[in-house]
T-cell receptor
């Protein structure tokens, strides 16, 4: 049973380009969470999604950032017109339906974005 | 002030020592997670607590809901325990955010 799979593990983009980060949750998990870890800072919640629905995006920057979790395929975190401040590690986690308060959370290995 | 405070921020100890990492929070929570992150690596969930105490191998986690405090203990520490340990809480949100609020982590180094 594969764990949470994130790709790419490392991504380098120039300012103004787009970054797409993908997350495939654990088999059977329909809840996905994205977190950002800036250098020398703690993890910050970004967005919580279920299949085809954004449940909470209160942690997402208002501009340039979007997330989706389609019926088929992985969840995607999209950053348009990247800036140097977007350089960070982006982690995805998944859980069983409604299990965040009562169950275990499974994290991916993270995608490390570097903006030149 | 952060809603989740961890102490110490950095800890260096000798192999075999008993390690304690503390986490205090200032809000009502429904659960608390302890996570482990190795340098450049992913994050592993160690424990999820809502009350009492849990044990897994050499790791023990406790939580005191009334005092808004949790501790992570490592017995017979080993160099492979060197990592960042992160406390994260799930706040009562009444149907809002279901994400976690994280502490800044404790950097643990166990020397041989």
């Amino acid at each position: 049973n594969a764990g949470v799979m994130q790709n790419p593990r490392h991504l380098v983009r120039r300012r103004g380009q787009e970054a797409r980060l993908r997350c495939s949750p654990m088999k059977g998990h329909s809840h996905v969470y994205w977190y950002r870890q800036l250098p020398e800072e703690g993890l910050k919640f970004m967005v919580y999604l279920q299949k085809e629905n954004i449940i909470d995006e209160s942690g997402m920057p208002k501009e340039r950032f979007s997330a989706e979790f389609p019926k088929e395929g992985p969840s995607i975190l999209r950053i348009q017109q990247v800036v140097r401040g977007d350089s960070a590690a982006y982690f995805c986690a998944s859980s069983l339906a409604g299990a965040l308060r009562t169950g275990e959370l499974f994290f991916g290995e993270g995608s490390r974005l570097t903006v030149l | 002030k952060n809603e989740v405070e961890q102490s110490p921020q950095n800890l260096t100890a000798q192999e075999g020592e008993f390690i304690t990492i503390n986490c205090s929070y200032s809000v009502g929570i429904s659960a608390l997670h302890w996570l482990q992150q190795h340098p450049g690596g992913g994050i592993v969930s160690l424990f999820m607590l809502s009350s009492g105490k849990k044990k897994h191998g050499r790791l023990i986690a406790t939580i005191n809901i009334q005092e808004k405090h949790s501790s992570l203990h490592i017995t017979a520490s080993h160099p492979r325990d060197s990592a960042v340990y992160i406390c994260a809480v799930v706040m009562y949100s009444g149907g809002g955010a279901d994400g976690l609020t994280f502490g800044k982590g404790t950097h643990l180094i166990i020397q041989p």
